[in-house]
């Protein structure tokens, strides 16, 4: 257990409205990542963070902004929430021990 | 951008039965990968292999990591229903902190 919590773990919004995840780790991480994961596309990396303020883009940016004012939190935006960002979100953290990837529980997100 | 294809992408078998699943790039990786993802879950770190030839076994689960360290596979014999789920592989590149994801391998297991 890395420690890892997403908030909220369901929600349904409407089309156009804003939208905020939020990722919590627990154990000081330096490196988290925002991917969601959709049928046929496997895990697609949206946004990640290798430091306070310190964020870059993923393969699926568009339409997503992030950000990290502390190490252990990591949020997820979505400034004006369309059908096509249905999708269940993952928050992942890196710990250097085996590069290995650690993920959340998931964030269930419906777009009507 | 690498790309890592997997193959099988989906599987249905019955328990007791045996299974491969490839992942396969064109592109070297210093290390593979495979994590196992159960419905409503993230998915969870099985095994890391890092050289190049390498076997490491997980119970009734093989994995071998390519010559070349350009593909891997998975081996599970006699499988039951307790494997059921989607197995992802993921490659590093050597000093990147952005593992590259295969799109999974989705296994039923049939009782």
């Known amino acids: 257990d890395a420690g890892i919590t997403q908030s909220p773990r369901h929600k349904v919004t409407e089309t156009g409205t804003p939208v905020t995840l939020r990722c919590h780790q627990t154990e000081n991480h330096r490196y988290m990542y925002w991917y969601r994961q959709d049928p046929g596309h496997g895990l697609r990396l949206i946004h990640y963070?290798?430091?306070?303020?310190?964020?870059d883009k993923g393969e699926v940016s568009d339409g997503y902004s992030v950000s990290r004012s502390k190490t252990e939190d990591f949020l997820l935006t979505l400034e004006s929430a369309t059908s096509s960002q249905t999708s269940v979100y993952f928050c992942?953290?890196?710990?250097?021990?085996?590069?290995?990837?650690?993920f959340g529980e998931g964030s269930w997100l419906t777009v009507v | 951008t690498q790309l890592l294809e997997q193959s099988p992408q989906f599987l249905s078998i019955q328990e007791g039965e045996n299974l491969t699943v490839y992942c396969n790039s064109s592109?070297?990786?210093?290390?593979l990968q495979w994590y196992r993802q159960e419905p409503g879950e993230g998915p969870v770190l099985l095994v890391t292999?890092?050289?190049?030839?390498e076997v490491k076994k997980l119970k009734r689960l093989t994995f071998q990591f390519g010559d070349a360290r350009k593909d891997s596979s998975l081996h599970i014999t006699a499988a039951q229903p307790g494997d059921t789920g989607l197995y992802l592989c993921a490659g590093w590149e050597g000093g990147s902190y952005i593992p590259t994801f295969g799109r999974g391998t989705s296994l039923i297991v049939h009782p």
């Open positions: 292999v890092v050289t190049g030839g």
């Open positions: 992942a953290i890196l710990a250097y021990s085996g590069n290995t990837i650690y």
């Open positions: 592109s070297v990786f210093s290390s």
């Open positions: 963070s290798y430091g306070v303020k310190d964020t």
